[in-house]
């Protein structure tokens, strides 16, 4: 992305390349899983509402019981067997009972637990309290019953003498007894309020999932069923029975919906073992004052179903704001297809899998591998080789015989200019005719053959060279140098060609300047590269071999005889 550091920066636009690959298999590919993507976009779309705004119910409660049932010794009606609430948005409903009946504060035997069985006073300590003990005791150990003897305790008297629930429940015919809930909700985003109790509610009702399922008064009996439990069952140790109210509104005008809908579940873990307290029980006392002013009391351990009443929900309705954010969300899914293909194409290239020209043909369309700017990296070519070599190593050794990494060669660019520039000189032009790159031409003169040919070059033209980035040979095997080309004495060394191209980029160039040599050389640099590479991208690190660099320098020498060599880039 270009730096905002102008005006004009700001106002640029970028946009991304794209490779189309024409290819039935990755198309029909492309557009199947489009369309699985688009299915289920448009499913959840309409199934979730995603394009409502939604907010969450506030809710109260509230609870009425009715039912009579008579046992053997009393008649129980609602004030009876309901109890305040045991907590919030929840009713009681007494199932079985222990009664204690008679108790006065005073001395007494303890109930025979493990700690309290003794023999003798030494067994008991004044003073002492168990947490599960029924008073403090006196220190004294006396009988419990003819064949057991306890530590003496102050209490109410007597104790409590029995520990487990009667069966069957003593209150077991609380199942056809019913109860009334009335729910309110509110959902503030929306200044929406409803309850559940509607204006056509006829009371004489009960509530069935398939006959009645609107109808707020319940069971319990059906209550219990609908949970999965047995009323008998429950009713003798207690438990805890969820009422779940889920209101799921539509509040769209062309599809307004906002009705409750009921659900049962048992809350307690109904298979706890005995010692560790299952269901739900507590105790409470009535108290009363006696003739003599003496105070007495009934104590009463209560078993019974405790329901707990839970309401949730959501409402939702149409907003265009949030239409957008889910379409704009749903647009990365498309991009699967994208990725599926992608790897398709890219995972044939790896060696785990097996090789496909075809595969590979597209990689190399799409990818495209771009070396970082180290000064180790450096670009070759031979005339006797048809790709580019790009090198990034720490030369050990002469630069002619490490081997690179093959880069494809783009010389589009160069073959228009070259035939810009050959159609200027007219009297060239027709001597190249159809002439082969390598085909040798007579030299003036060649001080060569006098000099020792190194050892790591095969045309017998390079100079000797110190440093290992310039021992370079225009050939990887022996053969013509590709100085002696027709078309290197053409493209490369002419000086009208080489003029042409400086005026070409300077059309007021002085062409009579002491500096014209210094520039004729370097730019028959540049056109040796462009014609060998291709690629002006590629100048800088473009490596020329010594063949070539010293016959340009034989051409176009410099005024004091020294020349600056290839230089590294960092």
Not at 50 to 77: C, F, L
Not at 220 to 241: H, N, R, S, T, Y
Request: proline share 4%.
């Amino acid at each position: 992305m270009a730096g905002c550091c102008s005006l004009n920066n700001v106002c640029e636009y970028e946009t991304s390349k794209v490779v189309r690959i024409q290819s039935v298999y990755y198309g029909s590919l492309k557009w199947a899983i489009h369309t699985i993507v688009f299915m289920y976009v448009c499913v959840v779309l309409i199934a979730d509402r995603r394009y409502q705004k939604k907010d969450s119910v506030i809710s109260s409660v509230h609870t009425k019981v009715k039912g009579v049932s008579q046992t053997e010794t009393r008649i129980w009606d609602t004030a009876e067997y309901t109890l305040p609430m045991q907590g919030i948005d929840s009713f009681f409903v007494v199932t079985n009972i222990i009664m204690t009946e008679n108790q006065v504060q005073g001395l007494c035997p303890e109930f025979p637990i493990a700690k309290a069985v003794c023999s003798t006073d030494k067994s008991c300590m004044k003073g002492h309290m168990d947490p599960r003990s029924n008073g403090i005791q006196t220190g004294r150990c006396v009988k419990y019953n003819t064949t057991i003897k306890t530590c003496e305790v102050a209490a109410w008297c007597p104790v409590e003498s029995v520990k487990r629930a009667p069966e069957p429940a003593i209150l077991r015919s609380a199942e056809n007894f019913t109860v009334l809930i009335k729910n309110n909700i509110h959902f503030p985003k929306f200044n929406y309020t409803k309850r559940n109790i509607l204006p056509e509610f006829n009371t004489s009702c009960t509530h069935n999932k398939t006959t009645a399922p609107h109808c707020p008064i319940f069971r319990l009996g059906d209550i219990l069923q609908a949970a999965g439990e047995k009323f008998a069952e429950v009713a003798v140790q207690g438990g805890i029975i969820g009422i779940e109210i889920n209101w799921d509104c539509n509040l769209d005008k062309w599809l307004h919906r906002c009705s409750p809908k009921y659900g049962f579940r048992r809350l307690d873990d109904k298979k706890t073992n005995e010692a560790l307290y299952p269901g739900y029980n507590f105790r409470f006392a009535k108290y009363y004052k006696q003739a003599n002013g003496k105070e007495e009391r009934t104590l009463i351990k209560a078993y019974g179903i405790r329901f707990d009443i839970l309401v949730f929900g959501t409402a939702g309705q149409f907003n265009f704001f949030e239409l957008l954010v889910y379409i704009g969300s749903a647009l990365s899914y498309f991009g699967l297809a994208q990725l599926v293909v992608d790897f398709l194409i890219t995972s044939y290239v790896f060696r785990c899998f097996s090789h496909n020209p075809v595969k590979e043909y597209y990689y190399q369309k799409k990818c495209e591998s771009v070396p970082g700017p180290r000064w180790t990296l450096f670009y070759v070519t031979f005339v006797d080789e048809p790709h580019i070599f790009m090198i990034d190593k720490y030369l050990r050794t002469s630069l002619q015989k490490i081997k690179g990494e093959i880069i494809q060669r783009n010389t589009g660019d160069f073959k228009r200019a070259v035939k810009r520039q050959l159609q200027h000189m007219d009297e060239e032009a027709t001597s190249l005719g159809n002439s082969e790159e390598l085909q040798p031409i007579q030299n003036k003169g060649d001080a060569s053959s006098s000099r020792e040919r190194p050892a790591w070059c095969s045309c017998g033209k390079c100079h000797p060279a110190q440093g290992f980035l310039e021992q370079l040979c225009c050939r990887r095997k022996d053969g013509a140098c590709i100085t002696v080309s027709a078309l290197f004495e053409r493209l490369v060394l002419s000086r009208s060609m080489l003029e042409f191209v400086l005026l070409y980029k300077e059309p007021l160039l002085d062409l009579q300047a002491e500096t014209l040599n210094t520039q004729l050389r370097h730019c028959a640099y540049k056109q040796y590269i462009q014609w060998r590479f291709g690629d002006d991208n590629l100048e800088e690190r473009a490596v020329i071999p010594s063949c070539c660099r010293w016959k340009i320098r034989d051409v176009f020498p410099s005024e004091n005889g020294e020349y600056a060599g290839f230089r590294k880039k960092k």
